[in-house]
């Protein structure tokens, strides 16, 4: 099947943390309307010196050198970001030479906004059956405080910034299974912050809510379909954190409470870095172990969503 072992994972954040509170000096709010409405209650944004591309850089060196791997086995950096300080050149690009990678082998950017570690993921591993190296370093990170608009209570309280990443290894003997899908739909909107940075984020917030109560239990069930499993054959989900409600809602109807990790308490909404936070924090903790079976989904701008279920 030609599946991916999950080697190891790092996370980065960056300086300044901010609580509700702190929010409230930008836009009139409060920690009971944040926190009762999407389970959050602080954020990290970067402080002067700080971007995707630092955050990437970090998390990209702790994943690394926890792998074991050498960097002549990498055979390709995908970075997912839709907040990336440049266009050109990509983040991977510059992660790859932060690293000292191998110069033969691909790196790119991915956009897919909060679904983009999982396409990433997808990329990476078509990546490496197509030029038979072993290794795959993939990184979501994101600065989303670049594309906040700071006065729009309705979107910057939402989100945080920070970096995820993983080294995963191709497998031969590991499960593999992935979905993908797009609905074309404008409701989440940000400017393209390399270029501009004109164009603030703006969200329909109650139509993204209904798409991702759906989207959820409906990557799930496909990917059980596709792999013929059931809740009972998974230990873990791991989701992209963007509001507790969502999660709550995805789990009264797929079941499995004690399978749902969240921390959207603590990051706030970091779209492509989400899952592989939590990853990171699963794994500091010692919940992730070799030969577990997790679902991961991933759902955002564009509309997108993905899901992957794998054993790592
Ligand atoms: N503080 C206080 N009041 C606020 C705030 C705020 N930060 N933001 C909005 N309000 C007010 C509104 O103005 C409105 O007031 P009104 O009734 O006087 O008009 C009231 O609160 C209710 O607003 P709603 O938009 O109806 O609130 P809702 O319960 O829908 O919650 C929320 C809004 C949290 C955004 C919710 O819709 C949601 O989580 N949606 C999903 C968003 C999401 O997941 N986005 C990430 C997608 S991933 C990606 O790709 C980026």
Same mark, same amino acid.
Request: some cysteine; aromatic content about 6%.
């Given at each position: 099947?030609?599946? %991916?072992? %999950?080697?190891?994972?790092?996370?980065?954040?960056?300086?300044?943390?901010?609580?509700?509170?702190?929010?409230?000096?930008?836009?009139?709010?409060?920690?009971?309307?944040?926190?009762?409405?999407?389970? /959050?209650?602080?954020?990290?944004?970067? &402080?002067?010196?700080?971007?995707?591309?630092? %955050?990437?850089?970090?998390? $990209?060196?702790?994943? @690394?050198?926890?792998?074991?791997? $050498?960097?002549?086995?990498?055979?390709?950096?995908?970075?997912?970001?839709?907040?990336?300080?440049?266009? @050109?050149?990509?983040?991977?690009?510059?992660?790859?030479?932060?690293?000292?990678?191998?110069?033969?082998?691909?790196?790119?950017?991915?956009? &897919?906004?909060?679904?983009?570690?999982?396409?990433?993921?997808?990329?990476?591993?078509?990546?490496? *059956?197509?030029?038979?190296?072993?290794?795959? *370093?993939?990184?979501?990170?994101?600065?989303?405080?670049?594309?906040?608009?700071?006065? =729009?209570?309705?979107?910057?309280?939402?989100?945080?910034?920070?970096?995820?990443?993983?080294?995963?290894?191709? +497998?031969?003997?590991?499960?593999?299974?992935?979905?993908?899908?797009?609905?074309? =739909?404008?409701?989440?909107?940000?400017?393209?912050?390399?270029?501009?940075?004109?164009?603030?984020?703006? @969200?329909?917030?109650?139509?993204?809510?209904?798409?991702?109560? &759906?989207?959820?239990?409906?990557?799930?069930?496909?990917?059980?379909?596709?792999?013929?499993?059931?809740? =009972?054959?998974?230990?873990?989900?791991?989701?992209?954190?963007?509001?507790?409600?969502?999660?709550?809602?995805?789990?009264?109807?797929?079941?499995?409470? +004690?399978?749902?990790?969240?921390?959207?308490?603590?990051?706030?909404?970091?779209?492509?870095?989400?899952?592989?936070?939590? %990853?990171?924090?699963?794994?500091?903790?010692?919940?992730?172990?070799?030969?577990?079976?997790?679902? @991961?989904?991933?759902?955002?701008?564009?509309?997108?969503? &993905?899901?992957?279920?794998?054993? /790592?």
């Amino acid at each position: 099947m030609k599946g %991916l072992k %999950l080697l190891a994972t790092g996370r980065a954040l960056p300086s300044q943390v901010l609580s509700n509170e702190d929010m409230s000096r930008f836009v009139e709010t409060s920690d009971e309307w944040i926190g009762g409405r999407t389970g /959050i209650r602080q954020r990290y944004f970067c &402080a002067e010196g700080e971007n995707a591309t630092t %955050l990437a850089i970090a998390a $990209a060196k702790r994943a @690394m050198e926890r792998s074991g791997a $050498a960097p002549e086995e990498i055979g390709c950096v995908v970075v997912a970001t839709s907040s990336g300080e440049y266009v @050109m050149p990509s983040t991977a690009s510059t992660v790859h030479g932060a690293l000292g990678l191998p110069e033969d082998i691909p790196t790119l950017d991915v956009g &897919a906004a909060c679904a983009g570690f999982l396409y990433a993921v997808e990329v990476a591993r078509g990546l490496l *059956l197509g030029n038979g190296k072993r290794c795959a *370093l993939v990184i979501g990170t994101e600065q989303m405080s670049s594309v906040l608009d700071m006065t =729009d209570r309705t979107t910057c309280v939402l989100f945080g910034d920070g970096a995820g990443a993983a080294v995963f290894a191709l +497998d031969e003997e590991r499960e593999y299974v992935s979905v993908q899908g797009t609905r074309s =739909d404008p409701a989440i909107r940000s400017g393209c912050p390399g270029i501009t940075r004109q164009v603030p984020m703006t @969200m329909d917030g109650q139509a993204v809510f209904r798409f991702a109560a &759906a989207i959820i239990p409906k990557c799930v069930q496909d990917l059980f379909a596709k792999g013929g499993k059931t809740m =009972d054959d998974v230990d873990w989900v791991v989701c992209h954190q963007a509001n507790e409600r969502i999660l709550d809602a995805s789990i009264r109807r797929l079941g499995g409470k +004690d399978k749902f990790y969240k921390n959207i308490d603590r990051y706030a909404n970091t779209s492509a870095a989400s899952i592989p936070i939590v %990853l990171d924090e699963m794994n500091e903790q010692g919940l992730l172990k070799e030969g577990q079976r997790v679902v @991961m989904v991933g759902f955002g701008g564009g509309l997108t969503w &993905a899901g992957v279920m794998l054993c /790592i």
